[in-house]
């Protein structure tokens, strides 16, 4: 019985483990005091394995909890940006249909631009959740192929041309002609490019400038989306490109979805790019991406 309960030992101490790990929800903290190395028979490789078995389970626990607290989060805020441009919008129905015979011409036109603006605002919140969950569940693939990106910037700067003349700020382009071709969705990329020229065209004040410019560096292109804004406080720079993140350093102080930053992202890292920004408040902003050239572009 002695040298039965000797040989044993080992086998009882990593039942009780395992038993301890059941009961705290695999949560438990384990340890071996055995490694890989050292194994000499079958026990100790047992001893191993559960250890290393338990970490990954407890990482997977981890990382759901993450999700799950993630979740509850990406629901309150959705809700919260849904819930005020809908009760904006039957705010202002239910006013123009119980004042029907009472207002004017005039106040029934105010009411039904204002309920306009917050219905295209719905409309757009519910657009951009719509693709942030293609992009996260990788239902979008990007259909890359070769495009003057000067061309595209061009274009895509011109739509912004008047909402910039109208707010008195500047829209500037340096990108010569030498530019090579970009290896990319177009589509994405305009994307990309619309989110952050009205990203920095919404945090400009009148008499500023965005400049956007184009720089080619061995196999990739550097595109910079510059602004004489008000700044991103440098305790909101690491979460600038969360989901529902809301900047307050805006011109009007309001907040917004932030999601158009989170789509950004994803789009160029799916381009196998990156993105980044620097700010400083009263001095502007930075954003720049990469994306790849083209590979006959590049021989």
């Given amino acids: 019985l002695l040298v039965f309960a000797v040989l044993t030992r080992r086998l009882r101490t990593l039942s009780r483990s395992m038993e301890q790990f059941n009961r705290r929800n695999f949560s438990a903290p384990v340890s071996c005091s055995v490694r890989a190395e050292e194994a000499t028979d079958e026990i100790d490789r047992l001893s191993i394995t559960f250890y290393e078995m338990a970490v ?44 029907d015979d009472t207002i004017t011409a005039d ?24 693709e942030l969950a293609k992009l996260d569940a990788m239902e979008v693939k990007p259909n890359r192929e070769p495009f ?51 990203n920095a065209l919404q945090h400009t004040p009148q008499g500023g400038t965005i400049r956007l410019s184009l720089a080619a560096h061995d196999s990739q292109i550097n595109v910079k989306i510059k602004d004489t804004g008000s700044g991103i406080p440098e305790d909101e720079l690491p979460h600038i490109f969360e989901r529902f993140y809301r900047k307050t350093s805006g ?26 920004v620097s700010s400083a408040i009263n001095r502007g902003s930075e954003f720049n991406f990469t994306l790849p050239v083209h590979p006959f572009a590049s021989t």
């Fill in 56 to 99: 990954h389970i407890r990482a997977q626990m981890e990382r759901l909890r993450e999700t799950d607290d993630m979740r509850r989060e990406l629901v309150a805020n959705v809700s919260h940006d849904l819930r005020t441009p809908l009760a904006s919008l039957q705010g202002y129905l239910e006013t123009l249909i119980l004042k």
């Fill in 148 to 198: 003057p990106l000067a061309e595209l910037v061009h274009d895509v700067t011109q739509k912004f041309q008047l909402p910039a003349s109208q707010q008195g700020v500047r829209i500037e382009i340096d990108a010569t002609p030498e530019i090579p071709f970009a290896e990319a969705d177009i589509g994405m990329i305009e994307r990309v490019l619309d989110n952050l020229i009205d």
């Fill in 107 to 130: 106040e029934r036109r105010v009411y039904l631009s204002t309920a306009r603006q917050h219905a295209e605002r719905l409309a757009k919140l519910v657009m951009e959740l719509f």
């Fill in 251 to 276: 011109k009007s102080g309001s907040s917004g979805a932030g999601l158009g930053l989170a789509i950004a992202q994803r789009i160029v890292e799916l381009h196998g790019g990156r993105i980044s």
